[in-house]
């Protein structure tokens, strides 16, 4: 297999969107030696990840789900500069397998909220409630959240000109 | 996993969000029907009319469940990308970020004690903003239906989605860092995909909140639920 050919399996399964349905080196070796673009090196790394974050989680009394631990581990891994841009760059395999899961998040929601079947009585029961507290908290956090940072990062760039501009005056 | 028919459960999940896909992007009017609500609606009215059991149909989508894990852990993937931004105005991001969270909890709190609502729904309301891994995660710890919170926190995206960034407008937020925070703080992964639509800045900002409402709610709400809620 070439490198030509290696980039254009990954450039496929990246336009799929999808490691499910990436199946771009079915029919060839897969390349996960050499420059490992492919979206399985990835998708192993993120549950080696998730793997890790349980241990920790079984180990350490932490309120935390294990995948958001596994996030913040990855993360805090990536912080470094060198990795980031060796790790995040479009094409290595685990902006691949990453970007392809996130692409298509909405759809791994779907078996959980097909559980609302089982909830049915209990929502209509509380109907009244769930139409007044879901929409009014939703917008009172968007506005609450959108109006503060927008202030105060009006406030931070007033600032940063004001100083910016003081050497200029005294020199 | 699936086994003899709850394959059919995986092919009619997968090829209703595809055909959702196709249709929301063909048809502009179709907006307001994003295709996770699409797929939801229509597996669950599928569901009923058959009869079928909940329990059977997890087991047959069970791939699905499995990859939720790894596609958490990927969040971290956005937040990285736009880290240097982030940490150039970490106080008003951390700052706006605590005001979202405790309005987005406290409203939900204060609403339940207006109305005279102290069963298990206004509980498993609480973690609505949260990535809906998390939130069902984080069900379980505050002790609410894990499936409730999957559907509030659904629900609240789908809304956010349509609703967030003209209210954003309304306001005069014009900054996308703002527009795009707000989006993730409040709607999470469903108001990120709205975000990204309407510019990558926005979109990496939207991740960045997304991820830290999730990190946030996580380490406060089991506490808070303990205090305020018993």
Redesign the interface.
């Known amino acids: 297999m070439t490198p030509a050919r290696r980039r254009s399996d990954s450039h496929r399964s990246v336009l799929l969107h999808s490691p499910?349905s990436g199946t771009a080196s079915a029919h060839t070796a897969p390349a996960l030696g050499g420059r490992g673009r492919h979206w399985l090196e990835g998708?192993v790394i993120?549950?080696a990840?998730?793997l890790l974050?349980e241990a920790v989680v079984r180990l350490l009394p932490l309120?935390?789900?294990?995948?958001?631990l596994?996030?913040?581990l990855?993360?805090l891994t990536?912080?470094a500069p060198r990795l980031?841009r060796r790790i995040?760059r479009p094409h290595s395999s685990?902006?691949t397998?990453?970007?392809g899961?996130?692409a298509h998040?909405?759809?791994?929601?779907?078996?959980?909220?097909?559980?609302?079947?089982?909830?049915g009585a209990?929502?209509a029961?509380?109907a009244?409630?769930?139409a007044?507290?879901?929409?009014?908290?939703?917008?009172?956090?968007?506005?609450?959240?959108?109006?503060?940072?927008?202030a105060?990062?009006?406030?931070?760039r007033a600032r940063q000109r004001a100083e910016a501009a003081l050497p200029n005056r005294t020199a | 996993m699936p086994t003899g028919g709850g394959w059919a459960w995986l092919a009619l999940t997968l090829g209703v969000y595809v055909g959702a896909l196709r249709v929301h992007a063909r048809y502009r009017w179709t907006r307001a029907f994003p295709p996770v609500l699409v797929t939801i609606v229509v597996v669950a009215a599928v569901l009923l009319l058959t009869g079928e059991e909940y329990e059977k149909y997890l087991a047959g989508v069970e791939p699905l469940v499995l990859l939720l894990g790894p596609a958490t852990v990927a969040l971290a993937l956005p937040l990285v990308r736009v880290a240097g931004e982030l940490r150039r105005s970490l106080l008003p991001v951390v700052a706006a970020l605590l005001v979202g969270t405790i309005v987005g909890l406290g409203s939900v709190w204060l609403v339940a004690l207006a109305m005279g609502e102290e069963g298990d729904v206004a509980r498993a309301m609480l973690p609505k903003s949260v990535t809906t891994p998390v939130a069902l995660g984080l069900a379980e710890q505050i002790g609410a239906a894990a499936p409730l919170s999957a559907v509030f926190s659904i629900v609240t995206g789908v809304l956010g989605a349509a609703v967030g960034l003209p209210l954003l407008s309304l306001l005069r937020v014009r900054d996308r860092r703002a527009r795009g925070l707000a989006m993730g703080v409040a709607a999470h992964g469903i108001g990120t995909a709205r975000a990204l639509d309407e510019h990558a800045r926005s979109g990496g900002w939207s991740s960045a909140g997304m991820v830290s409402t999730a990190l946030l709610t996580t380490a406060v709400l089991p506490t808070a639920v303990q205090l305020l809620w018993p």
């Not at chain 1, 309120?63 to 958001?68: E, K, N």
């Not at chain 1, 105060?152 to 931070?156: A, G, H």
């Open positions: 499910v998708l993120l549950v990840y998730l974050a309120p935390v789900p294990a995948p958001v596994g996030l913040a990855l993360a990536l912080a980031r995040t685990l902006a397998a990453g970007d899961l996130l998040l909405p759809l791994l929601f779907v078996p959980a909220g097909v559980g609302v079947v089982r909830y209990e929502l029961e509380d009244p409630f769930v007044v507290a879901l929409p009014v908290s939703l917008v009172l956090t968007v506005a609450a959240t959108g109006l503060t940072l927008s105060l990062l009006r406030r931070q």
